[in-house]
């Protein structure tokens, strides 16, 4: 047995470990914070349709958005989808939100607060970061070019991802005939209804187009989990085949 200033010094010493050993404790087993929902997965439409339809009505029109809407159906009607509609004549990026009504499926990956939508439809891909981190500035204050699918931040409020997309190029369509102006702001509520079902709450606001903000709901199903076939956009066009198939 040690005695004297170095037992002295050695018994410090242990009871300093042992009291690390309890904090290390105490700290591992402290109640961690609560999970980020899990969205992730192969998911399908449950109701294929080219249309978003809102809910309780026809979409709010104001008289400059109508004109644009009508001047789309009298293009429809004559074929001329290159000047109404690029998804249709040269297999564009459909845009938010017409990507979620393809019908084909998609598969929601979850890695560092980001969710990435990985489209079977010609393998396009969207994502929303949701991770917090500030967005990237523009040092010289030009601000963001509108693309297809645009700009997606989101945060968790409980089990829902509410994500907002701007920066919305206006050669897209919010389905196959609504237009939308640059201005279009989309937000999204995304939750789980159930293991194997995804509902996406979708809001529309353009006050160029639209009297009033309006709202959609699109539902999706759980699909078993594979790989993906190559999915070739304009091979379907060249072939005059129909560029979202059934």
Known sequence: MTHGPVGHRLGLCVAAMAGAFVAVGLATSAPAQAATPNLEGVWKIAAPTNTLKPVGGDPPFTAEGRKQYNENKRLQAKGAYDDYDITMSRCNSPGTPRLMLTPERFKIWQQLGVLTFDFEWNGALRQIDASGRPPIVDPLGRGLVPTMTGTSRGHWEGDTL?????????????????????????????????????????????????????????????QPEELFPQDVCLDRLQAHQPIFPQ
Request: hydrophobic share 40%; no cysteine; aromatic share 6%.
């Open 162 to 222: 509410v994500a907002q997309t701007t920066n919305l190029s206006d050669r897209t369509l919010l389905d196959d005939l609504v237009p939308h102006t640059a201005d279009l702001k989309v937000i999204e509520r995304l939750r789980l209804l159930d293991r194997d079902t995804l509902e996406d709450r979708i809001t529309i606001e353009d006050p160029a187009y639209f009297t009033r903000p309006w709202e959609a709901v699109v539902i999706y199903k759980r």
